[in-house]
């Protein structure tokens, strides 16, 4: 993993295959898809799900990786209770919108156990 300084020194760039990740916990997902031989995309979509009265997107959501043998999705979701909830309402608007597409949210915990089921450190 190559870890520089952002330009403005807020925060530590994650790099894995010269992808940069916005949390530690993607990267390390990303090298777990890796060693099973999975093929996955990180962030290739972002799906409008909310729209202003002109027909302007508002909201939007990414969903952290996409595994093209499989067409599904995977977010993973590593924080507060308070942005669980809103990344849920996220998530069932995209499944109300886009009701094709496959997605599976990995939460802390479930994270964590698969984790300690392989022996691998927590990346954060």
């Avoid at 027909?55 to 969903?63: A, D, E, K, L």
């Avoid at 590593?78 to 990995?106: A, C, D, G, H, W």
Wanted: hydrophobic letters at 30%.
């Amino acid at each position: 993993m190559e870890k520089t300084k952002s330009d403005n020194n807020e925060r530590s760039k994650i790099i894995y295959k010269g992808i940069e990740f916005a949390h530690p916990s993607e990267e390390q997902c990303a090298k777990i898809l890796d060693f099973y031989g999975i093929k996955w995309e990180y962030e290739p979509n972002t799906f409008p799900i909310e729209w202003d009265k002109d027909g302007n997107v508002t909201q939007s959501f990414s969903p952290d990786f996409y595994l093209p043998d499989l067409d599904l999705y995977i977010e993973l979701t590593t924080m507060s209770q308070k942005l669980i909830t809103k990344k849920n309402r996220k998530i069932r608007k995209l499944k109300e919108l886009y009701p094709n597409i496959k997605i599976k949210v990995f939460y802390q915990k479930d994270f964590k156990n698969l984790l300690r089921k392989y022996g691998l450190p927590k990346p954060y």
